[in-house]
């Protein structure tokens, strides 16, 4: 499979520029950046740690995604939908591990989607998109009385808040409720906030260090708590899994597709 990746001058870029190295049946044909950026026209192996592959970074976007049957994207919202859109021109798959997407991005994706793949998810690794699915089946188990927190902690240098895989566990755990997050969510609190509502999903930011990431649930009752977490140790997982997933997407349908596809989750 003839994949690109954008974004690849930077830490993510790199680390899928390794995992494409070290996965059987794929290859990297194109390594994008900004024009301007001033890794072009170097060897993506070598900026990646790598012996050279004979791939120059470039910023012709339109002509990489001409030449590939797949996209890696870990970029920013605005740039992951402009990538979604020359996806969708040439009809290749679009992996997007971008986090910070507000709905207009989404409905940007939702466009590009019913003209080739996407799978778009806030964490690619296994284990979190495992975590979801508990989370998803604990929150339909217990009633509203039952409090959902979500605590996520990363290092000093990220930028949005809260993280993608926090937002993944908080929509599972309203899926599981079978209501709207965006009607139930609570993002920090300060100062004099009075009780907390019945029914609401909270979230908690912490930021420092070099923490790649660290989140937990909590489901909190009346004399006793149940607390789901997931530890991330190096990031070079998520890079795996977005290979995973472009493997996996070769080939399928438009439309809008998750890691629990992947991974064959949404049955648990």
Sequence with gaps: MRLVVVGAA????????????????CRL???VERPGAA???EDAGLLAGLPPLGVAMTDDAPAAFAAADGVLDFTAPDATVAFADLAAQARILHVVGTTGLEPAHLARLAAAATHTPIIRSGNMSLGVNLLAALVRK????LGTDWDIEIVEMHHRMKVDAPSGTAVLLGEAAAEGRAVDLAQQRVAGRDGITGARAPGMIGFAALRGGTVVGDHKVIFAGAGERLELAHVAEDRSLFAQGAVKAALWGRGRAPGLYSMADVLGLDTL
């Design 10 to 25: 930077g830490r993510m870029g790199r680390m899928l520029i390794r995992a494409i190295d070290q996965a059987e049946g």
């Design 29 to 31: 044909v194109a390594a």
């Design 39 to 41: 890794s072009i026209g």
């Design 138 to 141: 604990v929150a339909a188990t």
